[in-house]
Nanobody
Framework: QVQLVESGGGLVQPGGSLRLSCAAS????????MSWYRQAPGTERESERE????????????FYDASVKGRYTMSRDNAKNMVYLQMNSLKSEDTAVYYC?????????WGRGTQVTVSS
């Protein structure tokens, strides 16, 4: 079955870094557009998730939301069915649950998310 499993979240001080990972299985990973979304505290609906970054395949052009551009770097490894999100210069407003997302046409899958908390 399809699985997207995020890891790497945690508590970090402002200015710190974290690297999120997403392990994918159960679908043709290399064909899918992969994204990271986040959901801020106090929001519950899936529609309130914010697109943070996305990456296509195979030439890997990437998209970044303006709020993270220059601080976050998304990458993918099609050989390992993995995507990553390197997050630097973290701010308190980056605090959220981060979700891995896969999309190809009408097919879309979500992971369960990993909590990132930026606080001193």
């Amino acid at each position: 079955q399809v699985q997207l499993v995020e890891s790497g979240g945690g508590l970090v001080q402002p200015g710190g870094s974290l690297r999120l990972s997403c392990a994918a299985s159960g679908f043709t990973f290399e064909s899918y557009y992969m994204s990271w979304y986040r959901q801020a505290p106090g929001t519950e609906r899936e529609s309130e998730r914010e697109l943070v970054a996305g990456i296509s395949s195979p030439d890997n052009p990437t998209f970044y939301d303006a709020s993270v551009k220059g601080r976050y770097t998304m990458s993918r490894d099609n050989a390992k069915n993995m995507v990553y999100l390197q997050m630097n210069s973290l701010k308190s407003e980056d605090t959220a649950v981060y979700y891995c997302h896969a999309k190809l046409g009408s097919r879309a899958y979500w992971g369960r998310g990993t909590q990132v908390t930026v606080s001193s």
